[in-house]
C-alpha cells in the first residue's frame, strides 16, 4: 500500500454562532454593540414588568420560568433601590473607554478591589488605571444594598 497524501474530504468547519468569548479580548460577536443590562437593572425592568401584568390582568398564572429568572435576579442583584441601581449606571455610562459589556458587569459584579475587577473582567487590564476603576468601585459600595 502506497503512502499518499489525499486531500482533506472534510469541508472547514465554520465559526458557529455562539463561540463568543470574554477574555482578554472581547468577542461578543452579534452582542458586540448591544445594551446590557446590570443585574439589577434587569431585576428593576423584570419586576416592574411582573407588576404591571399582575394589574392587567385576571388570571394569575404566572410563567415558571418567569419567576425563577426573578429568584434569581433578586438574589444576585446587588443594588435594590431604583435610586441606587440609577447612580450606578450613571457613575458607569460615563466611562466611554469600557464597552456596554464591561460596564454591565462591573456593576452586576461588584468587585472590592481593582484587581479582583480585573482578574474577573480581563479585558479591564489596559483600558482602565487600577486608581480610576478602584475610585469606581469604591463609589458603588457606598450604595450597596
Keep these: 500500500m502506497s503512502d499518499q497524501s489525499h486531500a482533506p474530504t472534510a469541508r472547514s468547519k465554520a465559526v458557529a454562532?455562539?463561540?463568543?468569548e470574554a477574555g482578554?479580548?472581547?468577542r461578543l460577536g452579534e452582542f458586540e454593540d448591544v445594551d446590557t443590562l446590570t443585574l439589577s437593572e434587569a431585576s428593576l425592568?423584570?419586576?416592574a414588568l411582573?407588576?404591571?401584568r399582575r394589574k392587567d390582568r385576571k388570571d394569575r398564572?404566572?410563567?415558571t420560568m418567569l419567576l425563577q429568572t426573578l429568584?434569581?435576579?433578586?438574589?444576585f442583584a446587588r443594588f435594590k433601590q431604583k435610586e441606587h441601581v440609577e447612580m450606578v449606571e450613571r457613575l458607569l455610562s460615563q466611562r466611554k473607554e469600557l464597552t456596554?459589556?464591561?460596564r454591565a458587569q462591573i456593576g452586576s459584579l461588584c468587585c472590592d478591589s481593582a484587581d479582583e475587577c480585573k482578574t474577573l473582567i480581563p479585558s479591564l487590564a489596559d483600558?482602565?488605571?487600577d486608581e480610576d476603576l478602584q475610585e469606581i468601585l469604591d463609589e458603588m459600595a457606598k450604595h450597596l444594598s
Design 17 to 20: 454562532p455562539g463561540d463568543e
Design 24 to 26: 482578554a479580548v472581547l
Design 45 to 47: 425592568v423584570l419586576n
Design 50 to 52: 411582573m407588576a404591571k
Design 61 to 63: 398564572k404566572e410563567n
Design 71 to 75: 429568584d434569581y435576579l433578586d438574589h
Design 100 to 102: 456596554k459589556f464591561e
Design 127 to 129: 483600558k482602565i488605571s
